[in-house]
């Protein structure tokens, strides 16, 4: 799928999804399954960016509609990836930039923090600067 189409998705997406969490509704799980489709991840790693086991996200993906904590946590990871595309123009590229090891992160890998909501928070911050232009 490509970059532009993703970004456009996805903030479609993150849209329609805060949509539901405002309400106090849950996130229909399709929609989970549509990312992983358009970011090219397993369920492994997906399980990995949502903190939980693999074994967690099959049985919410069988579900009708995500969990509360599931749902917000994916809100998280989709404005995480919105964000990563547009910095970096495109998907591949910022899946690499994920994979890297950066002295920021003390040698870490950016996506090795995404385990956590403060992780997260830590990789967007840093996507952000780098949009901006402010290189760590």
């Given at each position: 799928?490509?970059a532009e189409?993703?970004?456009?998705?996805?903030?479609?997406?993150?849209?329609?999804?805060?949509?539901?969490?405002?309400?106090g509704?849950?996130?229909?799980?399709s929609?989970l399954?549509?990312?992983?489709?358009?970011?090219?991840?397993?369920?492994?790693?997906?399980?990995?960016?949502l903190?939980?086991s693999?074994?967690?996200?099959?049985?919410?993906?069988n579900?009708?509609?995500l969990?509360?904590?599931?749902?917000?946590?994916f809100?998280?990871?989709?404005?995480?990836?919105?964000?990563g595309?547009?910095?970096?123009?495109?998907?591949?590229t910022f899946?690499?930039?994920?994979?890297?090891g950066k002295?920021?992160?003390?040698g870490k890998?950016?996506?090795?923090?995404?385990?956590?909501?403060?992780?997260?928070?830590?990789?967007?911050?840093?996507?952000?600067?780098t949009?901006?232009?402010?290189?760590?």
């Open positions: 799928m490509g189409l993703l970004i456009l998705q996805k903030q479609t997406i993150y849209e329609l999804l805060s949509g539901f969490l405002y309400k509704e849950q996130v229909p799980a929609s399954k549509t990312f992983i489709d358009s970011i090219e991840t397993s369920q492994n790693t997906a399980s990995k960016l903190g939980v693999t074994r967690t996200l099959q049985r919410e993906l579900q009708d509609h969990s509360k904590d599931i749902s917000d946590r809100l998280q990871v989709i404005d995480l990836y919105k964000e595309v547009e910095a970096f123009f495109d998907l591949e899946k690499n930039w994920l994979e890297t002295s920021i992160f003390h890998k950016p996506f090795e923090l995404m385990h956590s909501i403060t992780g997260i928070q830590q990789v967007k911050e840093e996507i952000i600067r949009k901006m232009g402010i290189l760590s």
